[in-house]
């Protein structure tokens, strides 16, 4: 089955910069690439994807890289705020009904 | 519109109990999914419903766990003679049943088994 790696498990970042997780995977069939944002006593939710078509994504603040060749994907969040300070996950599936989750990010923003 | 809904949020529990988890889908969503989410760690695939075809079980742990989906909404994931080590948040998300589509989680319920 496939297995995602993800680094770094902590990450702190001052208020106004640029935070980056990374994940690779082992199944070079997976298409299916979702990032996860989870809060304090809730449930994950999707913050962005990208399939396999495309090499990156952006929607506003955040934006995904991913490289088949190499099997990584890359989260990228710029102008970071406090109110990002949350868990991520990230997933590879080779369709969206089947994903395996990394173990995920605790970033922490300092205002 | 209304998410994914799961209960109760919290749930303690004392070793051997049998235990009961509800999970309420996205209204039209075929697709319902389990997992656990155990203290700092990732989650936990446990079990895959889709439509009216045979569940996924690949993911169950040991066959204390078990799942139903009645009707094609309502799930229930029951966890017989509860140990230490079930203690942790069960999460239920679920999709369309497009293959490109999304899933979406739930709250979570907490689980403690003192």
């Known amino acids: 089955g496939e297995n995602v790696e993800q680094h770094p498990s902590t990450l702190s970042v001052q208020e106004g910069d640029s935070a980056v997780i990374k994940c690779t995977y082992s199944?070079?069939?997976?298409?299916?690439f979702p990032w996860y944002k989870q809060e304090l006593g809730k449930g994950p939710q999707l913050i962005i994807d990208?399939?396999?078509?495309?090499g990156e994504k952006k929607d506003q603040r955040i934006a995904v890289t991913l490289n088949k060749t190499a099997k990584h994907f890359s989260l990228h969040i710029t102008e970071t705020q406090p109110e990002d300070s949350a868990v991520y996950f990230c997933?590879?599936?080779?369709?969206?009904?089947?994903?395996?989750f990394g173990t995920g990010t605790r970033l922490t923003v300092i205002p | 519109g209304a998410g994914v809904s799961q209960s109760p949020s919290n749930k303690v529990t004392e070793k051997g109990k049998d235990v009961e988890l509800r999970c309420d889908p996205i209204s039209g969503h075929t697709a319902l999914y389990w997992y656990r989410q155990s203290l700092g760690q990732g989650l936990e695939f446990l079990i895959y419903f889709q439509g009216n075809s045979a569940p996924d079980k690949s993911g169950l742990p040991s066959d204390r766990f078990s799942a139903e989906r009645t009707g094609g909404s309502v799930s229930t994931l029951t966890i017989q003679r509860t140990q230490q080590e079930d203690s942790a948040v069960y999460l239920c998300?679920?999709?369309?049943?497009?293959?490109?589509?999304?899933?979406?989680f739930g709250p979570g319920t907490r689980l403690t088994v003192l």
């Open positions: 990208i399939r396999s078509n495309v």
């Open positions: 998300a679920s999709s369309s049943d497009r293959a490109e589509d999304t899933q979406y």
């Open positions: 199944d070079s069939a997976s298409n299916y």
């Open positions: 997933a590879a599936s080779k369709r969206a009904n089947n994903l395996f």
